[in-house]
């Protein structure tokens, strides 16, 4: 019951800090993105950075990999939980966000 507790917490806490380096007004999804694409400069990651990439270009890759057109390890699951309107949302704020 403890250990059970002290994960929540963790994930809770982890959850907080990825989304405080992005906009607190992240369309319903977008924080999740930060779990694999870094929101700040600097950061080494073989997965792009999405802050200010052309929002078109966000919504097209997000289609692919839903459609199964452009090849992924586990992208194509994650576009199939978001809708066109969803996707176009979190596209279009994370084209914005330019830090």
């Not at 319903?28 to 997965?47: D, I, K």
């Not at 057109?69 to 979190?90: V, Y």
């Amino acid at each position: 019951m403890q250990t059970g507790r002290v994960f929540a917490f963790a994930a809770a806490t982890l959850v907080a800090m990825s989304a405080s380096a992005w906009s607190a007004d992240a369309p319903p999804g977008a924080a999740s993105c930060s779990g694999c694409h870094p929101a700040t400069q600097g950061v080494t990651s073989p997965v792009a950075r999405l802050n200010g990439r052309d929002a078109a270009q966000i919504v097209t890759a997000m289609t692919e990999f839903r459609t199964g057109k452009r090849p992924t390890t586990i992208m194509d699951r994650i576009a199939k939980g978001f809708t066109d309107d969803e996707t176009k949302a979190i596209a279009a704020w994370l084209a914005a966000q330019k830090d």
